[in-house]
């Protein structure tokens, strides 16, 4: 009996002691790297390539990659990634040669994108995208953009404001759970022009549709999305940029809890200008995609009304809770520019200069109303036909308070 009670102790006192060495072997180590691909690819240039591949880089990577304040691509302090996936910083992905992306070959570039190993042969974890399913001229396109003379890459010798610190649960998880995703082994090739379910499911897979709006980034099956839990079901807890939790919407043609009762157009308006149907604004985390055309939006529809049925009320988002000082500040909550541009106006895009470079107030609501007429292909929403006319006035004087604070914070 003795010898029995002394032999549990010890085999739990040595599995204490292993699980405490890996622990720390996975807390201090570095992230597993791979063998990577030496892939001997020269993506051709021609205008098609590249205005295609903006329309995709648009609607899948800048919302990522984008400096808030320079509007380009320079990285930025991913402030919505959980907190338990430690302190993530995306990265310059300019031309620079040093300081962005200009040294990569297309193969180096092309492996990451499909299988996130990069050319040092870490793999990136769930936080940056993986395309294993676009096709081949797509991802062509993708690499003939970042190579472009578009301003929106056009070398710029800045660092990231940080650097990824994963977290001990990130790092746990790149050994035990994700892995990269294996090269295609054969062409991908577009999907069939004349089907639009095809065309559709090939969109909400490959700009990333899916994993944001199923259960959970934990459980993203990037190889067989479909075999994702609660598949674009949404409940997705995501973060906005004050901290508050916003749920992603369940996109299965549910009647109630899903968008089964929502017509097509009303869906394309969803997707290309940021409003539901009854004329609230979809906010940050999702963003508008107006670089879409409307019959793409028109065939993830299609495809979304075939996929099987969940029903999961989604919670509704978080309001972050803040006094808010008057009627302009009420407003700026209530129609959810904060939830694009933080409290203190500086959020994923900064509207701090707005004052200066607006300087009538009737310039400045022009802008809120209709920014598409001043910066075509722009991702602010318009906002004409839903705000209150007299809203306005207030809301702009806010924008301005929001100008000048940020003005007497600077030292300068
Ligand atoms: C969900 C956010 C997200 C999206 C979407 C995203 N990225 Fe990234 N990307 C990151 C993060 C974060 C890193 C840095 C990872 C790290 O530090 O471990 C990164 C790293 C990279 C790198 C490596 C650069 C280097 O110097 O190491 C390249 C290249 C890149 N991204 C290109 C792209 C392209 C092209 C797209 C669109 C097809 C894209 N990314 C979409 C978040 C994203
Ligand atoms: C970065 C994560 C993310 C990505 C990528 C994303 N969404 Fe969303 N989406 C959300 C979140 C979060 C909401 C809820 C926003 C809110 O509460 O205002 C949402 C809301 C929506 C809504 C409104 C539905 C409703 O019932 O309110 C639609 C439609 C939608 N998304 C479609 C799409 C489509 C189509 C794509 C791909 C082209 C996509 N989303 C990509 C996060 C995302
Ligand atoms: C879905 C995200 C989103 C929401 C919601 C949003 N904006 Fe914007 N806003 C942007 C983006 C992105 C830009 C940068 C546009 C560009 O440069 O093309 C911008 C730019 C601006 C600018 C101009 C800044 C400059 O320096 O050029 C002002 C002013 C502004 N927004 C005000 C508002 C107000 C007021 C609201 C609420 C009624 C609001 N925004 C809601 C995304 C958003």
């Given at each position: ?7 549990i ?14 622990a ?22 021609t ?11 648009s ?10 304040v ?7 302090h ?27 070959t ?61 977290s ?17 082994d ?7 022009p ?17 994993s ?8 993203t ?57 009854d004329?609230?604004?979809i ?16 065939a993830?529809?299609?495809y ?59 310039e ?7 920014p ?8 602010m ?32």
């Amino acid at each position: 009996m003795k010898t029995a009670v002394k032999l549990i102790g010890g085999i739990v006192i040595l599995l204490v002691i292993a699980g405490a060495a890996l622990a720390t072997f996975v807390h201090l180590g570095h992230p597993p790297t791979y063998e990577t691909l030496a892939l001997e690819l020269a993506i051709e240039s021609t205008p098609e390539r590249v205005a295609r591949g903006k329309v995709l880089a648009s609607a899948i990577c800048l919302g990522c990659h984008m400096d808030p304040v320079t509007q380009k691509v320079t990285g930025k302090h991913m402030s919505d990634t959980p907190p338990e996936f430690g302190a993530i910083y995306s990265k310059n992905i300019t031309r620079h040669p040093e300081k962005g992306i200009g040294s990569w070959t297309d193969g180096e570039l092309a492996y990451l994108l499909r299988t996130g190993v990069g050319r040092d042969g870490v793999y990136v974890p769930p936080y940056m995208v993986k395309l294993p399913h676009m096709s081949d001229e797509d991802l062509a396109s993708i690499l003939a953009f970042l190579r472009s003379d578009d301003p929106l890459v056009a070398p710029e010798a800045v660092d990231p404001p940080g650097v990824t610190r994963p977290s001990f649960l990130t790092k746990l998880l790149t050994r035990l759970v994700f892995a990269p995703i294996p090269y295609p082994d054969a062409p991908v090739v577009d999907p069939p022009p004349d089907d639009e379910v095809a065309l559709g499911r090939y969109l909400v897979v490959n700009l990333d549709c899916f994993s944001c709006h199923s259960e959970d980034f934990k459980t993203t099956n990037v190889e067989h999305p479909e075999e994702t839990p609660g598949y674009l079901g949404g409940g997705n807890p995501l973060l906005g940029l004050s901290g508050e939790t916003v749920f992603s919407a369940n996109l299965t043609p549910h009647e109630t809890t899903g968008i089964g009762s929502w017509s097509r157009d009303e869906f394309v308006r969803a997707v290309r200008e940021g409003f539901r149907p009854d004329n609230t604004p979809i906010l940050y985390p999702m963003a508008p995609m107006p670089e879409l055309s409307e019959a793409e939006v028109g065939a993830m529809y299609t495809y979304l009304r075939s996929v099987p049925v969940i029903a999961r009320a989604v919670p509704k988002r978080e309001r972050p809770t803040r006094a808010e000082q008057d009627e302009g500040e009420r407003h700026y909550y209530y129609y959810g520019c904060y939830s694009c541009h933080g409290d203190d106006g500086l959020g994923i895009a900064d509207l701090r200069r707005a004052a200066s470079k607006f300087p009538s107030d009737a310039e400045l609501r022009r802008w809120v109303e209709d920014p598409s007429t001043i910066r075509p292909g722009t991702k602010m929403p318009t906002w004409r036909g839903v705000i209150r006319e007299e809203h306005y006035a207030p809301l702009i004087a806010h924008v301005r308070r929001l100008g000048e604070q940020a003005a007497l914070a600077k030292p300068e």
